[in-house]
C-alpha cells in the first residue's frame, strides 16, 4: 500500500496544496514600480504623506472668499493674480479680491471657494457673479483622499494596473514584492510531435506543452516559464524513456522551484513519472477525485515542487486552474489565492453518472433580464479539444450533485484571458 494518500476529492486536494505552499513561500525581492504589474506585495504600504498634499482646485475658474459670495443679486471682484497647476508662488486673496485658477493648481491663501469659469462674467481686470454659488465649492482639501498613515494596500494583494497609480501617486518609485518562481514546463510521450512537424500514423500534435506556457503566462500571480535552450520553447518534451525523464526532473530541480509536468502519470505502462518522483522524492498525495484530471500528482523532488498533471488536453487544463493556479498564487504569498467563486444559471439540464466533481466546459452571456446564463458544451471527452475554441469557463459540478435542472445556478470556473 501507497505510503501517500490518493483519490482525495477536490477540496481536500487544493487545500493541502495550499498550506505546504504557504509553507515554501518566495522570498522578498524590491522591484521598480514600472515592473509591479500583477507582483504580490510583501508588505503593507502606508502612506507617507497627505494626498493630495495641498488644498487645491478642482475646476477651471476663479478662486475667492466664500464671504464675498453674493447672497442675491450680482457682485464685482478684482482679479489679482492667475495660478497655474504646479505654481508654487506665493498668492493670496482678500475681501473683493480673486485669483485666475487652473484646476490642480494649489488654493491661494485666503480662498476657500472656486467659481467654475463658465459661471462668471469677465470684464477687464474684474469679474462678475451671481447669486446661488456654493460655499467651499470645487475645491479639493488637503487629505481628501488619504491620509498620511493611512493603510493602502495589504500585504498579499495583487498589484493590478489602476493601484500602480496609487502607489505612484504617494510617491513611491519601488516597492518589495515576493519573487517569481522558476517554472519548468515538461510535457512527455512518444506519440506527441511539435506542431510544424508532419505527424505519422500513430503520432498527435504536442498542445499541452503551449497551452500550459500560455496560461503561465496570462496569468496574474506568475512569469513566463524558463525556455528550452534547444528549441527555444517555453517547454521541454521528453520521450517515454525513463533514463531520460529522470534526467530532466533532477537538472530541473536543481534549477526550478516549480516543475509541471504533462502525461506519463496514471498506471500505464509508460506512465514513469509517479515511480520517479517516489524514487527522486516524495509524493504527497496521488489521483483526485475529479473529471477530468483524476491522475493528478503533488510531490517533491530536491528543492521543486512538482505537479504532474494529466496528459488529456481538458484534464491538463482543468488540474491547471483547478488546483496548480492557486497553488502558485500561495507560493507567491496571495492573500487569496483561491479566486471567488462564480456562478451562473443553467440554460439546459445536465446529469452525471459518477462520485466525483466534474468540470464542464460551458459559455456564458448576459441576457436581457440581466442574469449570467451558462451552457455546457455537447463534446465533453477529455482528450477532446474543439470546445475549448467556443468555451469561455468550466462548469464545476460538485461530489455530491447528481441531476440538476435548467435554470439551478451553478459554480462556474472563468477559462485565461476571459475578460
Known amino acids: ?15 493541502f496544496i495550499l498550506d505546504h505552499c504557504s509553507r515554501r513561500r518566495m522570498p522578498a525581492e524590491s522591484v521598480l514600480l514600472q515592473s509591479a504589474h500583477r507582483r504580490i506585495l510583501c508588505h503593507d504600504v502606508v502612506a507617507p504623506r497627505d494626498l493630495p498634499c495641498f488644498a487645491n482646485s478642482a475646476m477651471d475658474g476663479f478662486a475667492l472668499r466664500a464671504s ?25 486673496t482678500e475681501i473683493g479680491e480673486c485669483v485666475r485658477i487652473t484646476t490642480g493648481a494649489p488654493m491661494p491663501a485666503g480662498a476657500d471657494t472656486v467659481v467654475i469659469k463658465e459661471r462668471v462674467v469677465v470684464e477687464g481686470d474684474s469679474i462678475i457673479i451671481r447669486a446661488g454659488e456654493k460655499i467651499g465649492a470645487h475645491v479639493r482639501p488637503a487629505g481628501e483622499d488619504v491620509r498620511a498613515g493611512e493603510l493602502m494596500l495589504r500585504r498579499g494583494q495583487r498589484v493590478r494596473a489602476t493601484r500602480i497609480g496609487v502607489l505612484a501617486s504617494i510617491g513611491l518609485a519601488s516597492i518589495e514584492v515576493f519573487a517569481r ?49 534547444e528549441n527555444g520553447m517555453p517547454f521541454r518534451h521528453l520521450r517515454d524513456d525513463r533514463s531520460l525523464m529522470r534526467s530532466a526532473l533532477l537538472e530541473a530541480a536543481e534549477a526550478c522551484d516549480v516543475i509541471i509536468t504533462s502525461g506519463g502519470v496514471s498506471a500505464g505502462e509508460a506512465d514513469y513519472l509517479p515511480g520517479l518522483v517516489a524514487e527522486l522524492g516524495t509524493i504527497h498525495f496521488w489521483k483526485v477525485r475529479m473529471r477530468p484530471g483524476m491522475p493528478f500528482l503533488f510531490g517533491e523532488v530536491g528543492k521543486a515542487l512538482v505537479f504532474c498533471l494529466p496528459g488529456n488536453p481538458v484534464s491538463t487544463i482543468a488540474t491547471f486552474l483547478c488546483l496548480v493556479g492557486p497553488a502558485l498564487a500561495a507560493l507567491q504569498g496571495a492573500a487569496n489565492a483561491i479566486p471567488a467563486a462564480r456562478h451562473a444559471r443553467l440554460t439546459v439540464a445536465i446529469e452525471k453518472n459518477h462520485d466525483r466533481t466534474e468540470f464542464l466546459r460551458a459559455a456564458c452571456d448576459f441576457r436581457n433580464d440581466g442574469v449570467l446564463w451558462v451552457t455546457p458544451m455537447k463534446a465533453q471527452g477529455s482528450a477532446m479539444l474543439r470546445g475549448l475554441i467556443d468555451a469561455d469557463s468550466l462548469i464545476v459540478v460538485a461530489e455530491g450533485s447528481r441531476c440538476m435542472q435548467a435554470g439551478d445556478v451553478v459554480q462556474i470556473l472563468p477559462l485565461p484571458d476571459v475578460s
Do not use: W
Not at 500500500?1 to 487545500?15: C, I, K
Not at 497551452?211 to 496574474?220: D, Q, R, V, Y
Open 1 to 15: 500500500m501507497a505510503d501517500y494518500p490518493t483519490h482525495l476529492s477536490v477540496d481536500d486536494a487544493r487545500q
Open 181 to 229: 518562481p522558476k517554472i519548468s514546463i515538461f510535457t512527455t510521450g512518444d506519440e506527441l510531435v511539435m506542431p510544424g512537424t508532419q505527424c505519422g500514423r500513430a503520432q498527435i500534435h504536442n498542445s499541452n506543452g503551449f497551452s500550459l506556457a500560455a496560461m503561465l503566462a496570462s496569468s496574474a500571480y506568475i512569469s513566463n516559464p524558463s525556455t528550452d535552450p
Open 68 to 92: 464675498d459670495l453674493p447672497a442675491v443679486g450680482e457682485r464685482r471682484l478684482r482679479i489679482v493674480g492667475t495660478r497655474l497647476a504646479g505654481d508654487a508662488n506665493v498668492v493670496s
